[in-house]
């Protein structure tokens, strides 16, 4: 097991973020704290920027920071490559995890483990040592051992991918998972499951962060905090009820009591970050 | 004395006819569409005089060991085929000391066939009568530099007759290795070829193969090569009657300055014929790769169903593809599909890997190894063993 010591410094410090990608604003100042023991949700309509900050977390090329920062345990991120992002505990769960032919799922798992291992200090396991340990955290998101005999999320339904992406936050244990979009193109079975594999991971020692449209995910696993982003900025954040009275109420008055006045022009602003 | 000229006298004369036409012709040049981007300074480059035939070229026994194949190698002076140490018995239908003089058909691409009729080399004759069973492995690992390996194969199946042919060359430096196959697969036979062809600094390998299926016959070839100043392949595929299958895989690797020339041609003179082919390559450095497709649907050729994909990775600035799928149909009830990408690797999935932690020059090489997997799969063991692409893929 990868256990990093606790402390009271937040586990993720995010200020006044603004990040563009070929030159196009997408992220306009975002602050945000997440510290140890806690599970955030991040809501929001499409192209309001979520996609885009976990990424920025997580390291994506594509993506400049222009200005503010992010830290990690107090270590400025900017600089870090994503491996380095992985190995110091923070994990990005895709919402399209890629394809890739040729690339054994198995050995895939066990290389990015072994990475994860070496850096906490821990020694890199065999192949006998390390499908013990796989046995182990597939029983978690209860997924067929032939999965692994395939190439990387080759052919996988979208349900199949997801459980691979939780069976990877599984074996790389980190600090900061950020999910994102996890639950979309789940049915109502495998949304369970994933739900109580997240709910098993978490812990004390670690912190979740929860990219979702819906509400259903954060009925099985309880937020501490719920923000919502919309053109590139968190407007709101509060407890989980906030998540209920978006279900119920849309995104609208959001954005008229941040003075965005037409949901028109947020659409086609959302629009054109897509494109 | 020019090169060609040089080789054939101080090697010796195999076929008269054939090096009549080949001294005539000369070698071929870019004014040939066939030879259009081919660049034979790596041939040239290599001294005629100083070429040596190959001695023994195996020691021991198969990496792998695998009791009932026949393993064929070179004798001391490399001038004949020999069993192995290690092989099953060979069978009644084998002979190692043929000297075929039958020169090539006429192929407008005979070239290969005709440079390696020209000189002295060994060769071996292969008959398995019906139902007959055989799997075989010709082993050539020259030990000097400047080595000639000059190998001929020549197969006939008779009907349901099974043959499985590995060939494993492991080119010596500054090294001319010269494979043909020309191979006879009667009605219901198989023919599975597997060739793991590793070149070296300034060698060049030329191969050609002509194998024509009767009806219900099955031939499936699945080659890698890499590591060759040149290597030009030609397998060249009749399916006589139709109605047989034939699956074409081929895997290049070109680093530094390497050059990998595929030529292959697929004819179909009956129906409802079957072909599946892919063609990978994947183009580092200064490499460059060249892959011609023709596949051949005549009016005869109804209900043919032929696939064609060729796939190239480029991974420098530098490097160079020239990829020509070369389809003819003139039957009309038939299905056939071609495809051809070049890319470079694709950051999303740079990126997805080095999210869990592993390092830009690992993803890098799972991602090279990932590409020619789909290729490597079908290599048996046997021929796969002593040879990792691992280590060749290695950043």
Known sequence: MIVSAATSEPLLEISNLRASVAGQEILCGINLTINQGEIHALMGRNGSGKSTLSKLIAGHPSYEITAGSIRFRGLDLAQMPPEERSRIGIFLGFQYPVEIPGVSNREFLRVSTNARRVASGLEELDTFSFDDHLQERLELVQMDPAFLGRSLNEGFSGGEKKRNEILQMALLEPDLAILDETDSGLDIDALRIIADGVKQLAGPQNATLLITHYQRLLDAITPDYVHVMAHGRILRTAGPELALELERRGYDWIDQEAGINSRAEAIEEAEHELA | ?395
């Open chain 2, 1 to 395: 004395m020019n090169w060609l000229e040089a080789l054939v006298k101080t090697h010796g004369i195999r076929s008269q006819n054939s090096a009549d036409y080949l001294l005539k012709e000369g070698l071929p040049h870019r004014r040939l569409e066939p030879w259009r981007f081919t660049d034979l300074t790596a041939l040239t480059n290599l001294e005629p005089l100083l070429l040596k035939k190959s001695g023994p070229v195996v020691h021991g026994q198969s990496p792998l060991f695998a009791p009932d194949v026949v393993r064929l190698t070179l004798d001391e002076g490399g001038g004949n085929f020999v069993l192995a140490q290690g092989s099953a018995a060979a069978p009644a239908g084998l002979r190692l000391d043929l000297e075929n003089p039958a020169a090539s058909k006429d192929l407008d691409s005979a070239w290969v066939f005709q440079l390696q009729n020209s000189i002295v080399g060994p060769s071996f004759n292969l008959v398995l009568g019906a139902a007959e069973s055989l799997r075989l492995e010709l082993c050539l690992n020259p030990t000097n530099s400047a080595a000639l390996v000059n190998a001929k194969m020549q197969i006939s199946l008779a009907e349901g007759a099974s043959l499985e042919l590995f060939v494993n060359i492991k080119g010596s430096t500054n090294s001319l290795v010269l494979l043909t196959l020309q191979a006879t697969l009667g009605q219901g036979s198989s023919l599975l070829e597997a060739q793991n062809l590793i070149g070296a600094e300034g060698a060049v390998l030329l191969s050609g193969s002509e194998v024509n299926q009767a009806a219900t016959s099955s031939y499936e070839r699945t080659a890698v090569v890499h590591g060759w100043a040149l290597a030009r392949q030609e397998p060249r595929v009749v399916q006589n009657e139709g109605e047989a299958h034939t699956f074409l895989r081929d895997l290049a690797i070109a680093a530094e300055n390497n050059i990998c020339d595929l030529h292959s041609v697929v004819r179909f003179d009956g129906p409802n014929g079957r072909l599946e082919q892919l063609q990978k390559a994947l183009v580092d450095d200064a490499g460059r790769s060249i892959f011609n497709g023709a596949v051949q649907v005549p009016k005869l050729a109804q209900g043919t169903d032929a696939s064609q994909l060729s796939r190239h990775l480029l991974l420098s600035d530098r490097a160079r593809v020239d990829s020509k799928p070369e389809l003819a149909i003139v039957a009309d009830d038939v299905r056939c599909s071609h495809g051809a990408t070049i890319s470079s690797l694709a950051t999303d999935e740079l990126f997805y890997m080095q999210s869990r932690g592993i390092s830009r020059q690992q993803a890098v090489s799972l991602l090279k190894l990932g590409f020619c997997q789909q290729i490597i799969n079908f290599l048996p063991p046997i021929a796969v063993s002593g040879c990792s692409l691992e280590a060749v893929l290695k950043p």
